[in-house]
């Protein structure tokens, strides 16, 4: 028995059509793997710390701001690369320069010494930067 191949429109239908439901998942695959691309990308300036908890804590602008980060061994990371203190003071204060609204966030992780806290605290403030915050996170909910 033979098989009888062929199109399903008819014959005299000379016209090109374009399937568009194939498209359209097309569309949706991208823009679901760019929205996961780019939520990704979100965590790519941070370092990894053990944040401590604060039942007061208010969410911040990200404009103007500086990540700092110190994990518990005491090494200080700007904006996820690891910096000295000397090289830290001078971008602080070439940021304070170019931009008077630069404000600084503090990310340390909740085993860091009181002492390293503070001596990074000193070098924002050195560098003329006044409005300094402590990131935390949120209590976990019961």
């Known amino acids: 028995m ?3 191949l062929g199109s399903k429109l008819p014959p005299d239908s000379s016209e090109a059509r374009i399937e568009i439901i194939p498209l359209i998942d097309i569309m949706f695959f991208l823009l679901a793997a760019f929205m996961l691309v ?3 990308m979100v965590h790519l300036k ?3 710390v053990n944040l401590p908890t ?3 804590a208010t969410a911040d602008n ?3 701001l500086v990540a700092l980060t110190v994990n518990k061994t005491g090494l200080v990371f700007l904006d996820g690369r690891p910096v000295g ?3 830290l003071s001078q971008a602080l ?3 304070q320069k170019t931009d008077a609204e630069t404000r ?3 990310s340390g992780d909740q085993d860091t010494r009181n002492g390293d806290m503070m001596r990074i605290l000193d070098l924002v403030r050195a560098a003329g930067i006044q409005k300094v915050a402590f990131e935390t996170r949120a209590p976990a909910q019961p």
């Open 104 to 106: 600084v966030s503090i």
């Open 46 to 48: 941070t370092v990894k």
């Open 54 to 56: 604060s039942t007061t």
């Open 85 to 87: 203190e000397n090289e």
């Open 38 to 40: 780019s939520l990704s």
């Open 62 to 64: 990200q404009k103007h």
């Open 93 to 95: 204060v070439a940021r």
């Open 2 to 4: 033979p098989v009888k």
